[in-house]
Structure formats: C-alpha cells, structure tokens
C-alpha cells in the first residue's frame, strides 16, 4: 500500500472537537441547557468522514459523548458494524443520502443496550440489538431512535447482526416487493458472493424451484454454488449475456443489477415478458480511490432510457429500489420481522468474509474495493489487542487471494476487461442499498 492510500490504523487517533460532526444526531445525543452537570460525559472512537476522496480521508477520533438518550432514544455500546458498498461511494461524495463532511460514517450495526430514554417501553438495559440509521453507527457508543433497534435472536453474534439489516432488507424487498418472486422463477444476480449477492440467493432458497444466474469472479465460483446459484459466471472472461442465452434462451425473469450504465441495458435485454430488473447501485461509477470523472460520465451516459410507450410494448418493468430514502417504517419493521423469523428458523445466515478493528477502516475498504470478499465485511469498535495483531491478516484473508500481488494481478485483469468492452465493471457489496 503507498504512502497516500495509508489507511487509519497508521493515523494517530484525533481528539474530540467540542461538537459532533454533522449527520452524528443519529449517533450522539448533545446536551441540553440545564443537563450538563447531570449527564456523565463519556468518550466514544468513532470514524469520522473528514473530507471527500482516500481511505486518508477517514480518521479515527475520540470525541466526548454524552449518556442520557433522549426521548425516545437508547444508547447503545457498538460491538460490531457493517461496511457496504455505500460507504465506498460516500467516501468519494458520490452517496447523496450521507451528510457532508465532517460526519460520523456507518448505517448498521450491532450492540447492548446501556440507557434508555424517556417513553422507551419496549427496550431495557443489557438488551442485545441490531441498529439501522443513515449515518452516525461507526462509534463505540450510538444514540439511535427505539424503533430503528431491532431484538437479536439468542443464537445471532453480533457479526452476523452487523451484516443483516442493509443487505437482507434491500434484497428481501427487491425480490418479494417489487420483483413478486414465485416458484419456477429465474434471476440473474451481479455480485452474487458481496454482502446483497448472498442475501438474495439464500432468499431466493426459500422458493421452490428457483433458477440463480450468479456473476462473480472464477475463485468464488465455489463459494457462491454452495450458497445456492445454479449458474456461475465469471463476469471477467465471460459474456454474462451469451452465457445465459445458452442456458435460457429466453432470458430470465429477474434481474438485480447494482452495476448501472451499459449493464442495465443489457439486463433489460435479459428479460422474458413481464420479467423486471431493479436497479439498486451504480457500483459502476466506481474505479478508484477517487471520484472518477470519467466512469461517472461513462456509467450515466449509458444509463438505459426508455420510454414508458416502450415499455408498454416490451411487457417488462423497470423499478428502482434505495433502502436510504425509504421512509416507510412500518415497512422495514415487518420486513425485518420476517428476516428474524427465517434466520430462526435456519433459512438464512448472514455470511462474514471477515472483520476489522476501526484502526483498519482502510484495510477493509480496501478488501471491498478489489473485490477480494466473499460476504459481509465487518468493522469492530474494540481496539485491536495486540495479542491479535499477528493473526489478524490471516483470519481477515481469503485463502486464494491473500496477498498484495494477486490484488494488483485482479485489477490488471480487471482494466484488461475495461478496455475489451468499453465499460467499467467493478464487483463488491452495494447496498446496494441506500445501498
């Protein structure tokens, strides 16, 4: 890794300012006139977005919070959080749900419940949950609305509670919201070993006779049809398009497309009569540390426009899904519900590629970003003992591709495959969502 792309483990941890950043008031609660001798003051790590562009631009500080939720509220010890596709392009200032900087990153997490505000009747202390908020979770200590906490199940670890509410929910929805999946189906996933790629095959298991088209690199072809996809493709070598032409000459009736630009025009094309894609990312605007100019330009250029008198005449649908500007919480309530039930009942399991201590913030965008995770990856609040720090690397890698030389081999094959088809391909989680 270069001296400019250091990640926050080689930053020294910054000392608080006096105010939260912006977009914190999903995380800590500020104090009130009256209140600040009452309330303990309390010190929180939190990763904080301080400007748009490298991993440098995330930095790790410990800032001054406060123990009194308010109405409403519970304050919650973080024990795990989510990293999603999202926060990538947050970081380059190109995910507009998120705060300007300086702002407290995250929108999942997991932890235990250390207080409770006024009118909070259905939370106590020493509960367990899993959180869901449009930023302000990547801290130690979290101040969240009640009802965006969510009861843990006794057998969920926090791991796996940090890596369901993002990805679950956006494909849940997709697939039984928008795209009606039925027995006999079939759907095309890109992505299919990133965090939403997972969920939506597990999902889609619990439907009898489901055909799953799944796009990923060779190496996870494994991984990913043991989790359920029937048809691996390696997007890098192969025409995801004449391979499912092959199989189905008809196309397939669904098609989850977090890519964008040229992609969605073909994933159109994929479609059978009143098949639907749903569009939920546009991982394809994304080609490097930095925002690119250029691959946005791309990507938007070849943004699929249709007309809806072309649609009537092709009998397919177009839908657009963004778990950010979903305001409907009763929505999300149940639908969570639902996800809890069927994790119960052993039908789904959030799969963890694996976690990082905040102080490698870097490290994990980095794994996300090559495209190197097969599932969630995961940031851990707790610093790193040092007792750990030497097997951490090897817990954190994936046995095929753990080292410096095949990253850089796979974004060399990867612009390779750029240039041969004029487009910018990129696998990794969105969130897809809000993704």
Same mark, same amino acid.
């Given at each position: 890794?270069?001296? /400019?792309?250091?990640?926050?483990?080689?930053?020294?941890?910054?000392?608080?300012?006096?105010?939260?950043?912006?977009?914190?008031?999903?995380?800590?609660?500020?104090? &009130?006139?009256?209140?600040?001798?009452?309330?303990?003051?309390?010190?929180?790590? $939190?990763?904080?977005?301080?400007?748009?562009?490298?991993?440098?631009?995330?930095?790790?500080?410990?800032?001054?919070?406060?123990?009194?939720?308010?109405?409403?509220?519970?304050?919650?010890?973080?024990?795990?959080?989510?990293?999603? %596709?999202?926060?990538?392009?947050?970081?380059?200032?190109?995910?507009?749900?998120?705060?300007?900087?300086?702002?407290?990153?995250?929108?999942?997490?997991?932890?235990?419940?250390?207080?409770?505000?006024?009118?909070?009747?259905?939370?106590?202390?020493?509960?367990?949950?899993?959180?869901?908020?449009?930023?302000?979770?990547?801290?130690?200590?979290?101040?969240?609305?009640?009802?965006? #906490?969510?009861?843990?199940?006794?057998?969920?670890?926090?791991?796996?509670?940090?890596?369901?509410? +993002?990805?679950?929910?956006?494909? &849940?929805?997709?697939?039984?919201?928008?795209?009606?999946?039925?027995?006999?189906?079939?759907?095309?996933?890109?992505?299919?070993?990133?965090?939403?790629?997972?969920?939506?095959?597990?999902?889609?298991? #619990?439907?009898?006779? +489901?055909?799953?088209?799944?796009?990923?690199?060779?190496?996870?072809?494994?991984?990913?049809? *043991?989790?359920?996809?029937?048809?691996?493709?390696?997007?890098?070598?192969?025409?995801? +398009?004449? /391979?499912?032409?092959?199989?189905?000459?008809?196309?397939?009736?669904?098609?989850?497309?977090?890519?964008?630009?040229?992609? #969605?025009?073909?994933?159109?094309? !994929?479609?059978?009569?009143?098949?639907?894609?749903?569009?939920?990312?546009? $991982?394809?605007?994304?080609?490097?540390?930095?925002?690119?100019? !250029?691959?946005?330009?791309?990507?938007?250029?070849?943004?699929?426009?249709?007309? #809806?008198?072309?649609?009537?005449?092709? @009998?397919?649908? +177009?839908?657009? %899904?963004? !778990?950010?500007?979903?305001?409907?919480?009763?929505?999300?309530?149940?639908?969570?519900?639902?996800?809890?039930?069927?994790?119960?009942?052993?039908?789904? *399991?959030?799969?963890?590629?694996?976690?990082?201590?905040?102080?490698?913030?870097?490290?994990?965008?980095?794994?996300?970003?090559?495209?190197? @995770?097969?599932?969630?990856?995961?940031? !851990?609040?707790?610093?790193?003992?040092?007792?750990?720090?030497?097997?951490?690397?090897?817990?954190?890698?994936?046995?095929?591709?753990?080292?410096?030389?095949? $990253?850089? $081999?796979?974004?060399?094959?990867?612009?390779?495959?750029?240039?041969?088809?004029?487009?910018?391909?990129?696998?990794?989680?969105?969130?897809?969502?809000?993704?």
């Amino acid at each position: 890794m270069s001296g /400019e792309e250091a990640p926050v483990a080689q930053q020294q941890q910054d000392q608080t300012p006096d105010e939260p950043p912006s977009g914190s008031e999903s995380g800590m609660q500020r104090s &009130h006139p009256g209140q600040q001798e009452a309330a303990a003051a309390l010190t929180s790590r $939190a990763l904080v977005l301080t400007g748009h562009g490298g991993y440098d631009k995330i930095r790790l500080q410990v800032r001054t919070a406060r123990a009194d939720p308010g109405s409403g509220e519970v304050l919650v010890r973080v024990r795990a959080c989510g990293l999603n %596709f999202a926060d990538l392009m947050g970081r380059q200032g190109l995910y507009e749900p998120l705060p300007g900087p300086p702002v407290i990153m995250g929108m999942e997490g997991s932890g235990v419940v250390q207080a409770v505000g006024e009118g909070v009747a259905d939370r106590k202390v020493g509960d367990r949950v899993l959180m869901l908020s449009p930023s302000g979770l990547w801290q130690e200590l979290a101040v969240v609305a009640a009802d965006h #906490t969510f009861l843990m199940p006794d057998a969920m670890s926090f791991e796996e509670a940090a890596a369901l509410p +993002v990805n679950y929910l956006t494909a &849940h929805m997709m697939l039984f919201q928008m795209g009606n999946l039925r027995p006999g189906k079939s759907i095309l996933i890109h992505m299919a070993a990133g965090g939403v790629g997972t969920a939506a095959t597990q999902l889609c298991r #619990t439907v009898p006779d +489901v055909t799953v088209f799944g796009t990923a690199s060779a190496s996870k072809h494994e991984s990913i049809v *043991q989790g359920g996809v029937n048809h691996p493709i390696d997007y890098r070598t192969k025409d995801y +398009v004449e /391979e499912i032409r092959k199989i189905s000459p008809k196309g397939v009736d669904i098609v989850l497309d977090p890519l964008g630009g040229s992609d #969605t025009q073909k994933g159109f094309g !994929l479609l059978k009569p009143l098949g639907s894609i749903i569009v939920f990312g546009a $991982a394809n605007c994304v080609t490097g540390q930095k925002k690119n100019l !250029l691959a946005l330009a791309k990507t938007w250029y070849n943004q699929l426009s249709i007309s #809806t008198l072309k649609l009537m005449q092709a @009998n397919r649908a +177009v839908c657009g %899904f963004h !778990l950010g500007f979903l305001s409907d919480h009763q929505l999300i309530a149940s639908t969570m519900s639902t996800l809890m039930e069927l994790y119960t009942q052993g039908k789904i *399991q959030p799969r963890i590629d694996s976690t990082f201590h905040f102080e490698q913030v870097g490290d994990a965008m980095r794994r996300m970003h090559d495209r190197l @995770n097969v599932g969630k990856v995961i940031l !851990l609040p707790e610093p790193e003992r040092k007792e750990d720090a030497a097997t951490e690397p090897k817990r954190n890698a994936a046995p095929e591709e753990n080292t410096t030389e095949a $990253a850089v $081999a796979a974004e060399g094959k990867e612009e390779e495959q750029k240039k041969e088809e004029g487009e910018a391909g990129l696998e990794g989680g969105v969130e897809e969502l809000k993704d």
